[in-house]
């Protein structure tokens, strides 16, 4: 059975760093597209970055792209994203997901809270 476990949200300033982490298991890790994904309340689940299995190649939605950092690590299962320059419209609960491609993920995480002050 395919986990993913997301860790490392909480309250952060506007202006500061956070960093989200994703163990997976169940799966071979290394083989699969592995993707970050937010929701704020009221609004729909939105793409944030992508990463392909090997890593080499990564994808990002114009509203983190500069900010944010998309990464993984196939020996550790595990996925990353570093938040730096942080603002309060990236206040969401964020998810983790796995999938043959980037355009196809079939397993989710529960997801972290990570909310911004001003």
């Known amino acids: 059975q395919v986990q993913l476990i997301e860790s490392g949200g909480g309250l952060a300033q506007a202006g500061g760093s956070l960093r989200l982490s994703c163990a997976a298991s169940?799966?071979?890790?290394?083989?699969?597209?592995m993707g970050w994904f937010r929701q704020a309340p009221g609004k729909e689940r939105e793409f944030v970055a992508g990463i392909i299995w090997s890593g080499s190649s990564t994808y990002y939605a114009d509203s983190v792209k500069g900010r944010f950092t998309i990464s993984r690590d196939n020996a550790k299962n595990t996925l990353y994203l570093q938040m730096n320059s942080l603002k309060p419209e990236d206040t969401a609960l964020y998810y983790c997901?796995?999938?043959?491609?980037?355009?196809?993920?079939?397993?989710w995480g529960r997801g972290t809270q990570v909310t911004v002050s001003t």
């Open positions: 169940g799966r071979i890790f290394r083989s699969y597209a």
């Open positions: 997901a796995t999938g043959p491609s980037l355009r196809d993920y079939d397993y």
